[in-house]
């Protein structure tokens, strides 16, 4: 990859080529230069399978103990990608249960997703032969002025799932009313299998601190969408107790992960000490060789910045 450095110098980043930036900029954010040029490695995909699938909250059980047979199967299936979501509308107050599922080979109802799809009834299915660019667009993101993301990682277990609907019902059932003109709430699941994790060594590393020795795991995110500004401290604190409950639970379950995911994660936490202190004084080092007045951490706004 291509990067202009604080000295303004435009350097290539790559396996053979300043590795340990290359490594950095993998997890690192925006602490080290401009990214300007990305090389990667293509190959053909063709057509695959895959789409949206809506079922009824009453089926929440049911899809639980569907997806943590997926996420945490010994042999996951490289084939497959799955987004489980949980949406609970303030207008219909209505919690609804939609899949982003794909399977990157041609194989129609793939036996991966065969507990998924026996769940009745199926309120929307859109899953058929695609390819990638209509597949991307499917999904569309509600028209609202304000946002935000949390974010956490656990193990897989159906059990804890259905804490964390539990505990996020309980939490804004009652308080939609205080958001003027609408709010939507947003719990997705996202499998991390070790599959996934072994990658980094084989890739010249990352540093983000996943290995194969975490286990099987879970993404989530919590996400909300409003329209008034107004409520924006109180769907903030709303968010905040939600995550603090559901964390609590994990890890009194022995289920919480280290591993916070920067791209989803809120402006509270802290997604690089997550990824532990060897990675962060490795991500540090770099820093200080290729911006050695640490101008991108001090005088560049936004983003998740290293820790002291």
Request: charged share 10%; hydrophobic share 40%; glycine share 8%.
């Amino acid at each position: 990859m291509g990067i202009v450095l604080a000295s303004g110098a435009i350097v290539n980043a790559n396996a053979t080529a300043r590795s340990d930036l290359w490594r950095a900029l993998k997890g690192g954010s925006n602490n080290f230069g401009i990214i300007t040029r990305f090389d990667l490695q293509t190959f053909s995909q063709g057509d695959l399978w895959g789409g949206s699938l809506t079922q009824s909250i009453d089926s929440s059980d049911e899809v639980f103990e569907a997806f943590a047979k997926i996420a945490s199967a010994p042999q996951y299936d490289p084939y497959a990608s799955l987004v489980t979501g949980l949406t609970f509308n303030s207008t219909s107050q209505q919690w609804l249960i939609g899949h982003l599922a794909t399977y990157t080979k041609p194989v129609a109802d793939p036996p991966v997703f065969a507990g998924l799809l026996a769940i009745e009834p199926q309120l929307q299915n859109t899953l058929g032969f695609t390819n990638l660019s209509t597949l991307t667009n499917e999904p569309g993101l509600p028209v609202q002025l304000n946002s935000l993301f949390y974010t956490a990682t656990y193990g897989v277990s159906a059990t804890l799932l259905a804490k964390v609907l539990d505990i996020s019902n309980e939490t804004i059932y009652s308080t939609y009313s205080q958001v003027p003109g609408g709010l939507l709430w947003s719990l997705a699941f996202e499998p991390l299998p070790t599959l996934v994790t072994k990658l980094g060594p084989v890739k010249g590393g990352n540093s983000l601190g996943t290995t194969p020795a975490d286990g099987n795991g879970v993404v989530l995110l919590l996400s909300a969408f409003w329209a008034s500004t107004s409520a924006n401290a109180f769907v903030q604190q709303t968010a905040q107790i939600i995550m603090q409950k559901v964390n609590e639970a994990a890890r009194d379950m022995g289920m919480l992960h280290k591993f916070v995911y920067l791209d989803y994660a809120n402006q509270d936490q802290d997604p690089i000490s997550s990824y532990g202190w060897e990675n962060v004084a490795s991500l540090r080092a770099a820093a200080t060789k290729y911006d050695p007045q640490g101008i991108f951490q001090k005088q560049v706004p936004g983003g998740f910045k290293l820790p002291a």
